[in-house]
Every structure is written in structure tokens, then in C-alpha cells.
């Protein structure tokens, strides 16, 4: 049917899954295989990634047909030019936690390289799916996976966290649940680009119905996009997490954000006047809200991991904000790489800073469960395994400074062009500009201000006024960092090539011009 | 029966938003599982309600699909009872564990 | 032989549950059935159950030609009770049965029985004084129940299983 | 004629099987004890696999049985589980 | 790229390639640090010089990279004069100051560092002058706030560095953000950002809506920049940095950057009301108020601080007033300022450096230890003061004689010539004390040390900046003016005025005011020199303690902040799920309320009487469990049971035999699951519960509110469905007639799962698998709540009687309990294995399939738990769970992945009918070996999770394990 | 829904026969659950249902598929052999459970141990 590149599609997915249900197979004394076929697997994801980034760029999307049913009535994956450029994002985020990880995180509980994978699998599932009740599925499957490495290490802060997490996600998934199956009964299709097709066409009669039930689905979306005011879970949960959870975690948030892009726009294409211009208006008020909030919440931040998790609020809000507001797409979206990049960065580089103490060992039962694991703990082990590098306070320093800046919006990294863009295309609009326009930009404004003061109070406190020497920093804990910013370096440095893959995978949204690709009718 | 299915709906979930909202954990997971009982039967509701028409289709002649109940909705319905299950679990484990570290069984972790 | 097939018996049984479930005798069925047969009676020796030791299959007619008809003339007891109006003399109680028997296996068949029988239920047996208490609905004669329910079951059983 | 006798006839069978899941649920919701609930549970789950197989007379098909047949192998789990703790407080020792 | 390009490129290309080499030699490596930067200014100087012909008449060159074309941003350097000029003062000076740090600089220190970060900010600065793009300028403007916040903060280990650093920081990076905003709207109004458009559009954007907007934001950036009163307060502060740097950012570059941008866009911003009583105000403000405050400073650096702060006020005015000859005497203030100001600082931080203070009370008579420190900064103190013959002088007789020009009619035009005056008096006055007290007078006492002249190279860079005041201050028409000229062309083009740079213009107005402004200058220092070194600081500004409140501000901010936080937000779970479930009920109810809610017309089914019966039934168990979870949290359970068979039977009832089947299952399943957790939860009762506040009530009813408003929602909306017809093509029809005929299976259900969404199937087994890994992993470390680490008191209870009981062993309760049950349930086991396995193959084909024979086959393995325990169990069964999870999930890939091979996409499935000898024709179906994968991964999955949990009662907590 | 399927009247009247005998069985056994006094009593009252209630439902089912198929379908003898197992297990387990319960709180009324 397909020319290999597109059974490339589903890669992604599948390598990830067939990898960690082969861990499965090995019990934890094979730790070291585990953490190789793991590296391998995420590597291969990054130039997987990449190579499909190469193809939506320069040709139409693939869309791939699972089990060989055409779409609708199959699932079909869409590897257009947004979830190519999702799907690197991923997978470069991940590659970068999963080698921290290795530096010493991964021994703190059973199975973590295999729920690592899932992780990734589940977003990238999330990324590539074309169908609502897959798209259900793959969050769930990400979320899963996020549960168990939110508990990843145990302890009672991330026990309290991950209750919360999964209790409010549970919940958000019923939501889902009720708004996909509103739309499947009022449409009769579960494909998202066959919805953009059948929406218009819905009886006035039931109008109500599928009205209510995207309303609905839009605040699973929002839930997990951290909206206020239901957003509160988002920085206790990911301060709670290990490091490179957290940072892995940094692209969490903005699967919330992506299913507005891909699903809740649908509702503009559809209901071309007023309903969606007013759902629209709540969601550009929610996000303003959210910037607001994010904002009060970094300056309020006591800890680093809290400012990291405000500043997701806050760029979750931009983005919705953004979005809703009919502002720059592209913009959005250099915006979101940028910032995503910068709060993975910053949750890894978190630990070295603020390094705590060591956690009370929760270690509370002597013998195994089962007898194919191994019981240690990771605090038990030689502490110096890998390689120390020097000059650690100034790598800590220049790196935190780095992060800062870029999730401020401040030269030279790639966060000052994101809000560059945003700004310029949010100007870009028909004169008058409406009050909710300046509003935002204010807000975006403010909010890097907001970051600067707090991120200059914490970054002083712990870097330069700090009486402890900092830990020995190990290679496999600064080159995933170093990874990231050199990434938004070249977002800097190639910032053009970048905008206009960009400004393309805008083009390609509902909403923007004609069908998106994945039904073949 | 419409009215009946869906009042019984409507009393699913309003007893299981009850128990969510408290504040005991044990309250919590019960209330998902009775939330997510109605959401089950409210997906199933999507596809109209049949009496005496299972999805089982005759091997000879092609099926009229009015005949039959929509297995779509069915079918998502038994994925999403699987996951349930499956996050009801990891809800009371983490319940467990919460209870074992906080010594309460506070949705919070402490009485407020 | 022990080793092919650990449990003939109950691989029988099992393949006589596959072909009632698939309705067919058709060979496809057979071979499958033997399969699953086969398989599940490898399950059962993997949970090394006690041998069942029986000793004389004999009186198996008779007991369970006996159990139906006092399970029916149970039934029409206990739907008198509940329907008509309660005799207010009606005592119901525990009543100690001291057992001769000790094959566990015969323990289960009488348990299942007792249980079975509307009226009467199991409730608590101790296995060192083999002793076991029995909840009747409607007791009349406490040790003309004791002697007819050792008469009618247990002898029996114990001829079964020994 | 002998069908729609027959028809009445399943109906009502049906509907004494409510009304005895009826007097099950009234164990269920009042008690007054634990054992009792769970007495009705037990009767419910019974109750229930009867009207199963009614359904299966009434439309002439056999889709109803495995779910009887399972309720009738698996089902009691629930209720031993229910009875053990009762007498435990502990499911699995 | 030609060969300009090139040039201009690598002018602001080598001091970040300098910065980053320098970052990476060696701590220790002062002198090749040293020897690097200064190499990279010396360089880029010449380079510099060697543009000067391209631009000397007024015209600019440009070179430009794209960047991101599409939003109309390009990397432009375009260097004009005034650009040239800048780019000279930056690099020049930069150069002396590399020369002086190399000495000033401690062995001790991370000098590489130092030099790296000078360097960064030198390239800033070029970059910044140099830009020849608004975005770019706002960027490189961010940067120079960056590394001069580095710079100041260098001395980390120093609080007031520290402090002052991020003060720096904060409001410059914050006018900053003000400048960028300010320069989008600029672009907004021309419709470009390069800056050669930009200054060819004045009209439009003077007459544009947003002018007054991006106005007050660049100036809001120009003015925290050069420190602006009243932006003024970081720059005193920034003295904690090492002097070198002081002598750099406050003469001629950082706080420059701000008089650039107000030069740089004079042509466009300025000739308005707006401009004029902004600019003009708020620099007199600043030139008075630096002054005043300069004069009774008694640290050195402090004291030349404010001095700055006055002489960027002078510049700010002389922009202000928005004449040419103004503007003129603007850009050349600013290159005279910087020569003598940075000879100062040096100067300065020699006396530190010999003397160990730079406290003025505490200096006195340095004259006779370091005469050529002193001559120098004599002269360079003289021309600060404005005395003939030194650069000083002419501009500021420039700026005197503008005074005295009419430019609005307004007050400040009245006033000007008057305070223009006192403003100059004061200069001399705090010029004279800075000389008087540090070099004259008797020898100071109590100094640390002996002080000496400063090394001989170390005194360079102060010989050739007073130099140039000299040149500058006798024959300004042969050394600054055609440089002068260019520049002020550039600016001003047809707009240049005609203007003299001799140093005698006759006695003038402004010749006279000058004098009058020595001499009255002098003369109050006289009268109150000593009366100064009492006072602490400036009367009339004492009471703005600028840190205390900045401070305050920040703590206020932070406190406010968290205040808000906790109001707007909350960290507990309850808050957090009312709004959520608030939220998502408003957005249902919210087009409902637009479209109006109705019925569809479908006629209903008749309600069946036993349907009804049940449903009642069904509620009243829902209810029940809400009723009694608190502190019955058995019966709560078992009321939920009932629940869950209640819409179990509807499933039935409404033809959807499948379901029902796995929600029994699952049903039981939970059961068993949930009862295993309640062993770890101790008993709650209402006697313990804590006391209830006052809001108590409220919260319950909004809680009711929120239930009822949720259910009446929900059962409206399935009512609202089921009473409309369904979508006339739905997808579902396609799966129903394709069934059999292209899947093989009569199940449509089952068919849906395992071949048309089967990738569906795939991911929520997934989750499963996920789950049960989850659950393992935090079982690991389970702790149970020291109520429940006993047994509980059931058994606790039993083992005591059997105990106590002759001829009874502990235990023997349980065993008889179990004794029959358990061979019954054994017995059961190979018969529910059989059901389980022919669950799965008929799936295909009735109601059935992996997930439901998955369940079941675990549910005969959990009986076997119940009836025998743990340990029993897994002495005879060997139990692996993970592994069959992986199996499970490896089969399910695999199956699917098998297409692949042959080119289809992933789990295309593959269906014949083979004809077998004795089975006959039989499908075979790549479906099934994919439900034997769900089988298996099921079985695995839910066998870990409940067996986890179990196996909890049999661990030994490490307490106890320790202890025997 | 008033429906059933089209059988020869011999065997319509046999399941009609079956159907409401086990029904009415059962629901009898269910009745004893309101009407018997104490738990103990309330325990046999289930056993209706399983044992003759069950029975005759099956034969009931039996004779339907077997008229319907025109061939002897006697799968449901699955269904009462299961119960007849099942049933009498957890009964056992459950009067047991409610004995040691009442034991513990001291019930007068239940007989003490052993
Ligand atoms: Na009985
Ligand atoms: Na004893």
C-alpha cells in the first residue's frame, strides 16, 4: 500500500512498545541491558522524528491507515508537519531525561525503563492519532505511564502529588468520554478530519448536543492544558516528580494544548459564526487567566521546581490564549518548542542546584514481592559511578541563566523570538486592535518580567549566594542539558527555516483552509 | 425505557460527583467508579437505546444496520470499562500508600 | 500415563464442558476440546490437590436419587414457611453433628449437600474433634435430625470415599 | 396462540425474577447487618443469571448463556471475597 | 556577502568569539585573557577605523543576513556616523579598560571570567549600536542588561553585588521588555522593523493613534537605561561592581545605550509636545536632582555615580528640547562625558586600589603620594566641571546657550537658563571637593597602607583618555569635528544645523553663565566644604532610600503574589474538583442554554415494568453508597456491587451482551480489589471524626448542588440523544457489513476490537500493562499505616481462642473455615481455565474475547489466593505476572507488526478459510492470535495487580524484619 | 416486550410450565429473604433459587433450544452444575463469617464455640 517511510507512521508507537514489553521479559538484574535497548529506542525515535519532519516537510502528510481500513471507519495516524515536529520534540525531550536518568534516577524503583518508553509511546500515539476515541486512548496510555513515573521513587510528597493527579485525571477522562461519545452521537463519526467534514452538516436540531459535547471534551483539553482555574494540580504534581520525569513531563501539559489545535478548532470550522467566536472568547479569557495566574504563581514561587511548574502555567496560557484569540498559529508554535525545551531544561537542572537532602529511605518492606526483582535502593548504591566534571558552578550558573532567559523571553535564546513572533502576529491583525489583544500582549509582557524577578531571587539565592558547594555534576547530567538549550540555540540561529516550517504546519489546521488530510472522501 | 436509562444516569453520576467531592479517599474512588458506571452507560447511550437487537451479524446475507444495536459505542464502552478498572486499581494503591505515609486517609494527606 | 493425562477423570469432565459449550461433536471440536482438556487438567495437577481416594462408585445412584428427593421436599418445606403464615412453635438452631467420617473429600460432598438442601446449611465444622454445626430452619427433633443425616448422607459417603 | 402464551408466560416469569431481585436488593440496601448485604448481593448476582437465561428463551438466542454460565462459575468470587473479610479482614492471607 | 558585509560582520562577530574563548582558558590564565580581549577591542577598532571612509559623509552602510524573513526580521548591521562614533567610543575605551583591569583585577579572582563577560558585553553593545533593525536593537538591548548584570554581580560572594546586580537587572531588563514593546508598536506603524524604514516614516508615526504608546514605552526604556530620574536608583547601587567595569558601563556604554536609542529615533520621535515634556522634564529632573545628590557623597564612586546620573540628565535634556543644534550638542556631550568620566572611574579605582577606601572624609593629601594620578584626574575632574579648554567646557557651553533658546513656551523654558546654571554650579562644586579632598590637605591618617602610584601601565589608559579631553578641549575642529559631523548627519541629515566647535565664541551669554557657575561653584565649596563631609547623604532625597524601597517593593510583590496565589488558587484536592466538575457543567449547560434544549421526535421503546424495577433498584444502591462511604465503607462496597449489576443487567436488557459480560467481570474483579485495600485501611468512626467548622454545611450544599446539577446534566443530555434519530451514516453501519465479509467474525463488537480499532484494543491494554507495572512498583515500598501493621482483629481474636484451646494450633480457625470451600474451589479451577479458553475462541463469533477470558482466567487464579493463601499458592503455582504481561503485550505487537513484512500497514489482519483434514473449513484468524495477547497480557496484568496487594499481608515491615 | 419464539406448542407449553415454576421458585426463596426473622434463617432461603429455581429455568432453556435447533441442547446443565457447586460455598463461607461476628459481640443467640 505504502512506500516504507509511510509504515514509518507508525514507528513511533510501535518501537517503543515492542522495546519495554521485551524489558518485561528480563527481570531488574539486567538493569544495564535495559538502560541500552532503552537509549537505543529513544535514539532511533530522535532520528525517526526527524526523518518524518523531512518528509511532511517537503510533501503531503502521510496518512496511515491501521490494519488497512480506510478512514473513517479505521484509525488512521496523520504524520503532517505539526505532529512531525511534536513527535521530535518527544522524543529530543526524552532522549535528554532518559540520559539524566541514567546518571543515577533510574535505580529509584522497578520497571522504569519500560514505563519510560510507554511514556513516550503514549505521546506519541497522542501526537499522531487522527481519531477522537484513539486520541482518548493514547492519553490514557500517556497518562498511565505518568502516574507510575510520578510515583517513580515513592516517597510521601510524590504519593500525595500523583493522588491528587490521578484522582483529577481520572475525572478529566470521564469528561472525555462524555464529550467524544456526545460528538459520535450527533455526527456518527469518530475521525477527526471527518468531523470537520460532518460538523457543518449536523441538523440544527442537534446542534445543542454536539455543541455541548466539544464543550465538554474542550475542558478535558483544558485540564490537562492547565487552564485556570483547573489548572492548580499542574506545579505540585511535576515538583513532586523525579527530575527527569519532570522534565519529560514538560511536554504533558502541551498535549492538552495540541488537542485544542487538532480537535477544538474543528468547532470554528464548523460553526463559522457566532457560537465558536464565543467559546473562543471564554477560552482566550481562560487563558489570559492562566497567564495571570502563572504569573502570580512564579512570583509567589518559594522553590525552583514551583517557578518551573508556573511557568508551564503560564505558557499553557499564552498558547490558548494565542490560539483562541485567532492570533499567530506559527508563532504558538515556535512558542510552545521553545518553552518546552526551556522547562525541561530547567527541571533537570533543578536537582544539581537545589540539591536536597537525600530523601528518607520509604523502603518499608524487607522482602520482595515477587521474586523476579531485586530489592535496592538507589541510595544505596556506589554514589560515583559516571563521569565528574568540573567547573560545575559555572555550568550550573550559565545553564540556569540560560533557562531564565529563555522562558523570560529575553535574548538570545529562542524564547525572545517565540514572543517576538506571538507579539508581531497578535500586531498583525486588522486595525483596530481589540482591548483582549493588548491585554495579552501586556500579559506576556509582564509575565517574562514576573519570571525575570523571580527566576533573579532564586537563581541569586542558590547559585551565588549559596555557602554549600554544589554537588559534582556528572556528564550524564549536564550534556541532556546542554542538549536542550543548544536545541533552542539553533531554534535562535535558525529561527527562519524554523518559522516557516511553522507557519506551514499552522496553514494545515481546521480552521485555516480547506479539509486537513486524513479522510479519504 | 429512555427515561428510565437516563434517570438511572442522572443518579449514577450525582452519587458519584457526591462521593468525589469528599474528603475521604476511600469516598473518592468509590465515587469514580460510580461516575464512571453512568459515563459507560451514557457512551452506550450514543448509539440509541435497542431492545432485542445484539450486534451479532448473520453469515449469509448482508446485514441491514438498522436491525442492529450500533456495536460502535459498545465497543468504546469496553475499552473504557478496561480502563477504568485498570486506574481504579492504581487509585487504591496510591490510596494505600498515601494512608501508609500520611497516616490519614484525607484526600489532602492532612485534616485540614 | 500419570504424566500425559494427571487427571483422566477431570479431563473427561472437561471435554464433556467443551462439547457442551460448542454444541458439536464435530472432530475440530473434539481434537480442541481434548486440548483444553488436556491443559486443564495439567492446571489442576500443578495445584496438587489431595487424592480423592474413591473407593466404590456403588452407591453414587442411590445417594443422589436420595439428595434430589429430600433437595424437592425441602424446597416445599421451606416455601411453606415462607408463604403460609409462620408456625409460631417453629424453632430453628444450630445443632452439633459429631462426624465419623474424615475423607476431605466427603466432607465436601456432605458440606455441598447439607448447604444444598434448603433448611439446612453448614456452618462451622472443627477438624480435630470432626465435629460440625448445622443451622436447621425447621428443628423439630434435634437428634432425629442428627441420626437421619448420618444415616442417609454420611454412611454412604463414607462407603464412597472411605 | 401457544407463542403468545408462551410470550405472557416468560414475562411473567421475568417479572417474578424482578421482584425477587427486588426482595434481594432489600437485603442489599438494608441490611440491617453486613452478612445480610452481602446475602443479598449474592441472591442479586443469582437472581440476575436466571433473568439471563429468560432473556435467552425469549429471543431464541443463545448470546445470553456464557454470561450465565460465567456468573454462575465466577460470580460467587465477589461473595467470597465479602464473606472472608467479614471473617478475616483480610481477603488473601 | 561582500566584502563590507565581511567587515561588519566580524566586528560584532569577534568579541562573542572572545567571550566564549576566554570563557574556556584556564582560571588562572590572567594575562591571556587579558592580552585576548584586549586583542579583540584593538581589532575591532581597526576595523572600525577602517569603515570610517564609507560613512564619513553621512550615509550608512549595510550588510544584512536573513533570519526570519517571513516576519520580516533580518540580522541588518548598518553602521552610520553616529553608529561609528558609538562603535569607537565602545571599543576604545573598551580597549583602555581591559589595559586597566588586567592590573586592577586580583590574582585571586576568576579573571577569565571577567574578560569573557567584558568582551559578551562589548558585543552587545556593538550589536546594539550597529543594529540597523528595531527587533535586533531591543535584542542586543537585552543583552547589555544581561552581561552587565554579570558584570556588576561578578563578586558574588559580596551581598551588595548581589543585591545590586539584580537591581541593575530588574529595571533595566525590565525597561527592557518596555523598549521591545515599544519598538513592535513602531514597527506595527511603519509595517517594518528596519530602521532605515522606520526613520524614513516620522510623519506617519508621529501622526499614528499608537505614537503616544510606543513613545512612552521606548522611553520607558531609554530612561531605566540611562538612569533617568526616577528610574535612576540602580546605577549608585551598581558601584559594588569592580571599578573597571564602572569606568565601562557609566561613561560610555550601558548607560549610553539609552541616549543611543533616544538619538537613534530623534528624527522620528521627536518635534512633539509629548516628546518635549517627557524628555525635556524628565532629564532636567535627572540633571538637577544628580547633581544636588552628588555634591554630598562621601564615597568616591558614588560620588562620580551621580555625577552621572546628572550628565546623562544633561544629555536627556538637550534631546528633550528637539532642536537640531541641541541634539548636536547632545551627541557630542556624550563622547566628551565618557572620556572624562571613564578617566575618573580609573582614577578612582587607583585610590581605591592604594589607599583600600574610597571614602572621602577618610582621603586626604594623595597629592604628594601619586602626583601623576592626581594631575590627571585633575584634569579630568576640571573638565567634568565644565572649565575652559577641556572638552567639558564645550558642550556644556553648547548646552548653556541652548538653554537660552525659546522651544515651547512653557515654564520650563523660563526656568532653564536659571537652573541650567545651578545645575553647572553644582558640577563644579562636587568636582572641586572630589579633587580638594582626595589630593590636598594634610597626609591621610589611619589608611591601611602606604599609598603609592599605581603601576605604570595601569596609568595609561587614564594618560590617554585625559589626552583626548585635552585635544578634544583645544582644537575640537581638527580631532572630534569631522567625526562630530558625521554623526550629527547621520541623525539629522538635511535637518543638520550649522554650528562652530571653536573654543571662543566672545562673551556670551553662555560664556558668562559658565563662569558664574565656576565661581559660584567654588566659592560654596568653600563656604560648605566641610559642613558636607557631616552630612549623610543629599537633603531633600534622604528620605527616598531607593534600596528600602525597591526592596520593599519586591517583598511586597512576593508576599502579594502568594497571598493572590492562595486566593485565585489552591493546593487541596476538594476546591479543586468542585471547580473542575463546576467548569465542565457550565461548559455542557452552555450550549444548551444558547440552542435551547429539546427532544428529538423518535418514538421511545415502551418502558418495561422489570426494567424500571431494576433501575429503581439500581438508583437506590447509588445512593445508598454515597450515603454510607464515610464510615461504612463495607456496606458502601457492596452497595456499589449492586450498583454495577444493576447496569450489567440494562447492558443485557438493551442488547449488548459484551458488555455486560465484562462489566460482571470487572465487577467482581474490583470487589475482590477493593477488599483487598480495605485491610490496609483502619476502621473510621463518626466518634473520632474531627470537628467541623462553620462553613461545614455551606460546602455540603454546594457539594449536593454541584452532584445534582452533574446528574440532572448528564441523564438530560443521553435523554436528549435517545429520543433523536441516529446519524443517518454513521461509521458504524460500514463495521456491519464488512464484519463477516472482510473480518471473518459475526461479532461486530468483538470484530471492532480486535480488527477495525483493534489499535484502540491495543492502547488500552497498554494502560493496563501500564497500571500493573505502576502498582508493582509503588507496592514495592509500601508502608502500611501503623494501625493496620497488626493483624487485624478478626484474627487476631481467632488465633488467641485457638491458643488458648487445648489441642487447637494457632491457625486452625482459618483452616477449618477453608477446609471445604477450598476443595471445592480447586476443583473449579481447570473448569473456569476451560471457560476462559473457550471465551476467547468464540470471541471472534459471539460475545467473548481476550479481555473478558483474561479476566476470568485471573479470577480462577485469585479464588485459588483466596482458598489457600498466598504462600500455598505459589509453592505449587509458579506466578509471573510481569513476564506475562510482556508476553501478552509482545504477542498483541507482533501479530500486528507481522503485516508489516508483507507490506501492509500495521495489524492488517489476516483471515482465510483453511480446510483442515478432520476440523473442516475453519477460520483462521491473525485476530485471534492478537486476543491471545490481550488474553495473556490481561491474565498477567491482573493477576499482578491484586497478587501485589495480597502479598502485603505476608511481608515483614522492616521494623519487625530488623528486629528478629 | 412482550416476545417469544415460535415453538410447537407441546414444547411452548413445557417452557411456559418450566419457566414459571422456576421463577416462582425463586421468587419464594427471594421472599424468605424479607420474611425470615434472623440472618440465620434468611441464609437457606437462596437455596430455592439455585437448586429448583434453577432446575427449572433450565429445563425451561433446555427444551426451548432443543425444540428450536430440532436437536437436544443441553449446555445449561453447565449452568446448574455450577451453582450446585458454587452456591453451597459461599453460603458456607458467609454463615460462618456472621457466626464469628456475632460471637465476637457476644450474641446470645448463636451457639459458643466448640
Ligand atoms: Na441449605
Ligand atoms: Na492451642
Redesign the interface.
Known sequence: MAAWIDHLAVAPILLPLAASALMLLFDERRRGAKLAVAMLTTIALVGISIVLVGRAGSAAAIVYAIGGWPAPFGITLIVDRLSAMMLALASVLGLASLIYASARWDRGGPRFHALFLLQLMGLNGAFLTGDLFNLFVFFEVLLAASYGLLLHGSGRARVSAALHYVTINVATSLLFLVGASLIYGTTGTLNIADLAIRMPSVPESDRMLLQSGLAILGVAFLIKAAMWPVGFWLPTTYSAASPPVAALFAILSKVGVYAVLRVLLLGRGGEAADPASIAGQWLQAGGMATILFGTIGVLASRTLSRLAGFSLIISSGILLATIAGGGPLAGALFYLVSSTLAVGALYLLIEPIARNEAEPNVAAAADPVFEDEVVHDPDDEGDEVGVVIPATLAILGGGFLMCALLLAGLPPLSGFVAKFAIIDGLLDAQPPIGWARWTLIALIIVSGMATIIAASRAGIDLLWASERAPRTLRLAEAAPVGLLLALCLGLTVFAGPAYVYMEAAARALPGAAGPPPGVAR | MEIVLALGIGVLTASGVWLVLRPRTFQVVLGLSLMSYAVNLFIYTMGRLRVDAPAIVGRDAAPDPAAYADPLPQALVLTAIVISFAMTALLLVVLLVSRGLTGNDHVDGDEP | MKRLLPHPLLALGILLMWLLLTASLSPGQLVLGAIVAVLGSHAMAALQPEDAGIRSVRPIPRLAAIVFADIVRSNVAVARIVLLRDRPERVSGFVRLPLDMRSRYGLTVLACIITATPGTIWVEFDRRANVLVVHVLDLVDPDAWIRETKHRYERPLMEIFG | MTTLQLAWAITAAQVMLGLAAACAAYRLLFGPRAQDRILGLDTFYATAMLMLVTFGIQTGRTLYFEAALTIALVGFAGTVALAKFLMRGEVIE | MTGVDGLLLSILVLPFAGSILAAFLPTAARNAAALLSGAVALAGLILVALLYPAVADGTAVRGEI??????G?SLVIRLDGLSWLFSTLVLGIGALVVLYARYYMSPEDPVP?FFSFLLAFTGSMLGLVLSGNL?QLA??W??TS?FS?LLI?YW??N?AA?DS??MA??TT??G???L??GV??L??IVGSYDLDRVLAAGDLIRSSGLYGPALALILIGAFTKSAQFPFHFWLPKAMAAPTPVSAYLHSATMVKAGIFVLIRLWPVLSQTDEWYVLVSSAGLLTLLVGAWAAIFQQDLKGLLAYSTISHLGLITLLLGLGSPLAAVAAIFHVVNHATFKASLFMAAGIIDHETGTRDLRRLSGLYRFMPITATLAMIAAAAMAGVPLLNGFLSKEMFLSESLQRHSGTVIDQALPVLATLASAFAVLYSVRFIHQTFFGPPPTELARTPGEAPRWMRVPIEILVLACLLVGIIPAMTIGPVLSSAVRSVLGDATPSYSLAIWHGFTWPMLMSLAALVLGTIAYLRFGKMLNRTEGAPLLRRFHTRRIFDGA?AF??SA??V??RR???????P??????F??IA??????M?????L?G?E???????????????????????WR??YH?????????????????????????????????????????????????PQ?SAALA?AKGAAFPFRRAV??A???A????????????????????????????????DAGG????NV??V????????????????????????????????E?LG?????R??NA?DDAQS??EVG?T????L???R?????????????A???W??GH????GG??AGV?MA??L?????AA??RSVEA??R?????W???G??LA??T??A??IV???????YFSYLD?P???R?PAASALLFDLGVFVLVVG?TAL??????????????SR??ES | MTQAPDLPAWAAILTALFILLGAGITLIGALGLLRLRTFYERVHAPTLGTTLGTLFIVLSSITCFSALQSRFVAHELLILLFVTVTTPVSLMLLARSALSRDRIEGKDSVPPVV
Open positions: 536573513a533570519w526570519m524573513p517571513s516576519l526580521l571570567r527587533v535584542f542586543f537585552e543583552l544581561l548584570f554581580g558574588h560572594h551581598r548581589r546586580a539584580r537587572l530588574l531588563a525590565g527592557g521588555l518596555c521591545f514593546a513592535l508598536l514597527g506595527n519586591l510583590t512576593a503574589a502568594r493572590l496565589e485565585l488558587g489552591t493546593r487541596r484536592l476538594q479543586q474538583l468542585r471547580l473542575l466538575l467548569v465542565a461548559a455542557g449547560l452552555l450550549p444548551v444558547r440552542h435551547g434544549y429539546s428529538g423518535m421511545g421503546t415502551v418502558v418495561d415494568p422489570g426494567f424500571a424495577v431494576i433501575w429503581a433498584v439500581g438508583g437506590a444502591c447509588a445512593l445508598g453508597a454515597a462511604a464515610k465503607r463495607l456496606t458502601a462496597l457492596v452497595l456499589m456491587g449492586g450498583a454495577g449489576l444493576v447496569s450489567c443487567i440494562s447492558f443485557v436488557w438493551l442488547s449488548a451482551p459484551d458488555l455486560a459480560l465484562t462489566q460482571l467481570l470487572v465487577e467482581t474483579v474490583t470487589t475482590v480489589l477493593l477488599l483487598l485495600g480495605l485491610r490496609w485501611l473510621r474531627p457539594d449536593a454541584i452532584a445534582v452533574a446528574g440532572l446534566g448528564l441523564g438530560l443530555l443521553a435523554y436528549a440523544a435517545l429520543t433523536r434519530a441516529p446519524p443517518a451514516d454513521a461509521v458504524s453501519r460500514f463495521y456491519m457489513e464488512r464484519a463477516y465479509p459475526t461479532n461486530v463488537v471492532i476490537l480488527d477495525f480499532r483493534s489499535f484502540d484494543t491495543l492502547g488500552e491494554i497498554t494502560v493496563l500493562a501500564i497500571v500493573a507495572l505502576t502498582v508493582f512498583a509503588l507496592l514495592r515500598r509500601f508502608r502500611p499505616a501503623p493496620s493483624l487485624p482483629a478478626q484474627q481474636l481467632q481462642y489441642g487447637r486452625d482459618l483452616v477449618d473455615y477446609m471445604i470451600p476443595v471445592l474451589m480447586e476443583w473449579l479451577f481447570p473448569f473456569i481455565v476451560a471457560l479458553l473457550y471465551l475462541v468464540r463469533d459471539m460475545p467473548g479481555f473478558i476470568t479470577t480462577a485469585i479464588l485459588q489466593y483466596m493463601g498466598t505449587r503455582l506466578v509471573q505476572p510481569v513476564r504481561i510482556g508476553i503485550l509482545l505487537v507482533l500486528g507488526a503485516a508489516l507490506g501492509r500497514p500495521f495489524l492488517t489482519t483442515l478432520l476440523f473442516g475453519v496484568a495487580m491484586l497478587i501485589a496487594i495480597a502479598h502485603q499481608s505476608i511481608r515483614k515491615p522492616l524484619a530488623g
